[in-house]
């Protein structure tokens, strides 16, 4: 070394040597080389065997049967009603039962299942799991299956991916802490079966939550819908607003005459529409699951009386209401005007994303028998968990839309 330093420093005198900086070894290390998302690297949950990383509910063999074949893939077959069972579960305490800090990644990843049904069975929209994260200290953070989880379905005999955005857990009403994890919990009810092939973490961005957009005009306070409210029995709901009433158009496709013979808090068990949202813009795109003083509730009658009534407080919403039979069995078109006076709240004069729910309720003279939703679909319970709400994205007007509803 000592010879080659002399050598090239002679060298140098003449202008014909160069001393270039080398490292130990011929190749680099690049940092974050590896399958990261914000450098969480524990992102293979369940591929094939797992030893003792893996569990499901002994005390329920009854009602729960597994396998695993040489290529790696889970079949779960169960009946928990059938075998009697409290709870069904199964678990994964993945990368040796380690710790996992996922706080960084919570709002920017989705656990992930790829699934398939068994051969011969029909397709699913949805399957009858809850899925959990449960901490060091033992608690655990939750979201249910819904439809909307489900990537390009139903649920088939082909591979299919469930995407569970991690932001969509109920941490902050559990209090438990992503930044150190200890396993994910698959809950189990009703019966069923299904095929396993891998559980993922993977990267994960927007919302999975239905949008309406709609456009505010900021000089006359007005809003306008800019997109339709579409449940899946094809009814269509589109909104309006000004400084004095919110307006509700409906279009439902029902050929039978419309029966609730009921009033007050009870407008539910028959033919009705209600509406649930916020008063304020969300601040945060994590799921709250308990209600503001703010949020509204209403119940919006269709039988022969028009009554509307605000299922919080009980109290009745005066207000306007048109209908019109569309002929021919096309169904019903119908108009609410709803003060926000009497509402006691203020019109939407603030962009930003309002939790927004629809929901259909159908029923006859013998009272309610499906209630169709919007946003929460299979999962029920919206009435106490604006979690399972949509969105109502209010933002500048297009001027396309200014027009259109000036000419209406």
């Given amino acids: 070394m000592r010879k080659a330093f002399a050598a090239c420093s002679a060298i140098l005198l003449a202008g014909a040597c160069s001393l270039q900086p080398t490292q130990l070894y011929e190749y680099g290390n690049p940092a974050n080389s590896y399958p990261n998302i914000k450098g969480f690297a524990s992102l293979t949950v369940l591929d094939g065997p797992t030893g003792d990383e893996f569990w499901v509910s002994k005390e329920a063999a009854s009602c729960i049967q597994y396998g695993v074949a040489d290529n790696g893939v889970y079949t779960f077959t169960w009946n928990k009603p059938g075998g009697g069972c409290?709870?069904?579960?199964?678990?994964?305490?993945?990368?040796?039962?380690?710790?996992?800090?996922?706080?960084?990644?919570?709002?920017?990843?989705?656990m992930r299942l790829t699934v398939r049904l068994p051969e011969g069975a029909q397709a699913m929209k949805t399957l009858p799991l809850a899925f959990g994260f449960e901490d060091y200290s033992g608690r655990q953070a939750w979201i249910g299956m819904s439809s909307n989880y489900v990537v390009n379905g139903p649920i088939t005999q082909e591979w299919t991916h469930i995407d569970l955005p991690m932001g969509l857990f109920n941490w902050n009403e559990m209090d438990c802490d992503p930044t150190n994890i200890k396993q994910f919990i698959t809950q189990f009810e009703g019966d069923g079966e299904f095929e396993l092939k891998e559980m993922r973490v993977v990267p994960f961005s927007g919302s999975l939550r239905k949008q309406a957009k709609a456009g505010l005009d900021a000089e006359t306070g007005k809003g306008y819908a800019e997109s339709v409210i579409q449940l899946t029995d094809g009814s269509t709901i589109e909104l309006s607003w000004d400084a004095d009433s919110l307006y509700v158009l409906a279009r439902i496709p029902d050929a039978n005459a419309f029966v609730n013979s009921q009033t007050g808090v009870d407008l539910w068990n028959g033919d009705a529409l209600e509406l649930a949202f916020s008063a304020q813009p969300e601040l945060s795109r994590r799921p709250r699951t308990s209600f503001l003083f703010s949020d509204v509730h209403l119940g919006l009658s269709l039988g022969e009386t028009p009554e509307v009534v605000n299922f919080r407080t009980g109290g009745t919403i005066p207000n306007r209401r048109q209908?019109?039979?569309?002929?021919?069995?096309?169904?019903?078109?119908?108009?609410?005007?709803?003060?926000?006076?009497?509402?006691?709240?203020?019109?939407?004069?603030?962009?930003?994303?309002?939790?927004?729910?629809?929901?259909?309720?159908?029923?006859?003279?013998?009272?309610?028998?499906?209630?169709?939703?919007?946003?929460?679909?299979?999962?029920?319970?919206?009435?106490?968990?604006?979690g399972l709400w949509g969105e109502l994205v209010v933002g500048p007007p297009h001027i396309d839309v200014l027009l259109t509803q000036e000419n209406k």
């Fill in 86 to 110: 409290d709870w069904v579960g199964m678990g994964v305490g993945w990368d040796q039962w380690s710790g996992k800090n996922m706080g960084a990644i919570v709002d920017e990843a989705a």
């Fill in 323 to 386: 209908i019109s039979d569309l002929g021919g069995g096309y169904g019903y078109l119908l108009r609410w005007s709803l003060p926000w006076e009497a509402m006691r709240r203020a019109p939407w004069t603030i962009e930003g994303r309002y939790l927004f729910e629809v929901a259909r309720d159908q029923g006859d003279a013998k009272g309610r028998n499906q209630q169709i939703r919007w946003n929460s679909g299979e999962a029920e319970g919206f009435h106490q968990n604006p």
